[in-house]
């Protein structure tokens, strides 16, 4: 059985601060019995996540989060932030750019909101096999350290990371080996 919910109605909303990153916004809405609601959100493209092994590893990469203070542990990722890219096309450009790879198969994992209490982001995950070299550049002013890490020993990448789209991925990986 579904469930069929009400529709909300936008009724618009006003950018208080644009910035390079994400937009704040504080938008209007209408539920289906005539209520109306003003909430605070953060607007941001969409992100493609990628969940790229082998055999014997799972591709991730190290880099700075100036904002928490902390190098992380994290899947390769990135914004769709190129006109007319798919979230397909963003992974694909995405795994080459930051760790010199490309994928001969390509999967579509699931997409979900990584916080729908603020933000309207929607990050898609995606599974990548049959890696290979290729010649992308990196992206310039990027810090990342490519980590080959063991499948055999994903709960520790587990325990190292404290990023949401790489735990999500990681737990999806564990679940089909």
Not at 92 to 119: F, I, K, N
Request: aromatic share 8%; hydrophobic share 40%; glycine share 6%.
């Amino acid at each position: 059985m579904s469930r069929q919910d009400p529709p909300i109605e936008p009724l618009g909303a006003e950018t208080v601060y644009d910035g390079k990153q994400f937009s704040v916004r504080v938008g209007r809405f209408r539920h289906a019995d005539g209520e109306e609601v003003e909430r605070e959100f953060v607007h941001r493209v969409p992100a493609a996540v990628i969940v790229a092994y082998d055999d014997e590893h799972v591709w991730l990469v190290r880099q700075p989060r100036e904002v928490i203070l902390q190098y992380t542990l994290e899947l390769p990722a990135g914004k769709l932030d190129v006109e007319g890219e798919t979230p397909l096309q963003t992974a694909q450009r995405e795994l080459a750019e930051e760790t010199g790879c490309a994928a001969e198969r390509w999967e579509e994992v699931r997409s979900y909101y990584p916080s729908s209490g603020y933000t309207d982001e929607l990050v898609h995950v995606f599974a990548a096999t049959g890696l290979h070299p290729t010649d992308a550049e990196p992206d310039p002013g990027e810090r990342i350290e490519v980590v080959h890490w063991p499948l055999a020993d994903l709960d520790a990448a587990l325990a190292a990371t404290n990023d949401a789209k790489t735990v999500i991925g990681l737990q999806w990986l564990r679940a089909i080996l």
